[in-house]
Nanobody, 124 residues
Framework: QVQLVESGGGLVQPGGSLRLSCASP????????IGWFRQAPGKEREAILC????????YYVDSVKGRFTISRDNTKNTVYLQMNSLKPEETGIYYC?????????????????WGQGTQVTVSS
């Protein structure tokens, strides 16, 4: 069974930074699409950005462009979400998801595997 494990969440002040990690024991992330999603309190889960198996990056939220980046470290079998200049409205549970097709999708139904999520709280 494929397992994705997110880490790196926490409490950060507005304008601060966090780096989230998505790792998997036994499932090579480099061969698959990895998407990052966010679910804010009382809202539906939404796609933020994605990296395909050919390392093409797709942003689904315009407001994070220039502040959020996604990257891989294949030696650690980990995908990172670097988040800078965080805003209070970006508080929520952040999930990574993997898709075997290799393509990026905004629709969470397209993803095959999910992590348990990590809480990010942006507050002073």
């Amino acid at each position: 069974q494929v397992q994705l494990v997110e880490s790196g969440g926490g409490l950060v002040q507005p304008g601060g930074s966090l780096r989230l990690s998505c790792a998997s024991p036994g499932y090579t992330l480099a061969y698959h699409t990895i998407g990052w999603f966010r679910q804010a309190p009382g809202k539906e889960r939404e796609a933020i950005l994605c990296i395909s198996n050919s390392d093409r990056i797709t942003y689904y939220v315009d407001s994070v462009k220039g502040r959020f980046t996604i990257s891989r470290d294949n030696t650690k079998n980990t995908v990172y979400l670097q988040m800078n200049s965080l805003k209070p409205e970006e508080t929520g549970i952040y999930y990574c998801a993997a898709d075997d097709s290799g393509w990026c999708w905004a629709n969470d139904d397209e993803y095959d595997y999910w992590g348990q999520g990590t809480q990010v709280t942006v507050s002073s």
